[in-house]
């Protein structure tokens, strides 16, 4: 069974200053685990994945997210935010590689809010 | 990436009657999609993981005769909502796994149906 929990319902930040957007997730299997971006009324837009590659992975607009096996933790990060990144994020986790099993299953996402 | 398109992207419906939204995979071949409905400010909610050429598997609470999956092809599911009332009313979205020789990648989603019923 696999679950996810993301921590905060809504972060506010400067505009300029650090994000950090937690997420704690449960796997029986090895996971797979996704940062998605919605916009208010768009769909959603991949930031970046872990398939046990790299522990530290990179996404788009530059935002990064570690996967710490041990914390069972996939947080997402952003040194410097910007009125863009504004919108609700969504960790998503599903099982990894190759099993008939896997479902996607989503967090209960973060409001991201940037103050000017 | 690839592409998994949504049709339509919204819908209108007379309390009673029935709604079908399709979800296709347009360059790859998705042996399971999954579908997805999300109130409004609020998470997706998987509703059912449809397979291609079996039976759908439904999330506890979902009534599997009120939501219709059909997953005919590796390319194309639908989802109908039968005798569609009010409370019926959100947004649907689909999604498939792109896999490649390992296993699978990455998760690809339709643009979403919004669904109002009056």
């Known amino acids: 069974a696999q679950s996810v929990t993301q921590l905060d319902s809504h972060v506010s930040v400067s505009e300029g200053t650090p994000v950090l957007l937690r997420c704690n997730y449960s796997s029986s299997y090895s996971p797979s685990l996704f940062w998605y971006v919605q916009h208010p009324n768009k769909g959603l837009q991949l930031l970046l994945k872990y398939t046990s590659a790299a522990t530290l992975v990179k996404g788009i607009n530059g935002f990064e997210a570690e996967f710490k096996k041990s914390e069972t933790s996939f947080h997402l990060t952003k040194p410097s935010a910007h009125m863009s990144d504004a919108a609700e994020y969504f960790c998503v986790v599903s099982a990894s590689w190759y099993s008939s099993a896997s479902k996607i299953i989503f967090g209960s996402g973060t409001r991201l809010s940037i103050r000017p | 990436g690839a592409v998994v398109s949504q049709h339509p992207s919204w819908v209108i419906c007379k309390s009673g009657t029935s709604v079908k939204i399709e979800c296709r995979s347009l360059d790859f071949q998705a042996t399971t999609m999954f579908w997805y409905r999300q109130f409004p400010k609020q998470s997706l909610m998987l509703m059912a993981t449809?397979?291609?050429?079996?039976?759908?598997?439904?999330e506890q609470g979902v009534e599997k005769d009120k939501f219709l999956i059909n997953h005919a092809s590796l390319t194309l599911s639908t989802l109908t909502v039968t005798s569609a009332h009010p409370e019926d009313s959100s947004f649907y979205i689909c999604?498939?796994?792109?896999?490649?020789?390992?296993?699978?990648?990455?998760?690809?989603f339709g643009q979403g149906t919004r669904l109002t019923v009056v």
């Open positions: 449809s397979n291609e050429g079996s039976k759908a598997t439904y």
């Open positions: 999604s498939a796994m792109e896999r490649d020789r390992i296993g699978y990648t990455e998760a690809f």
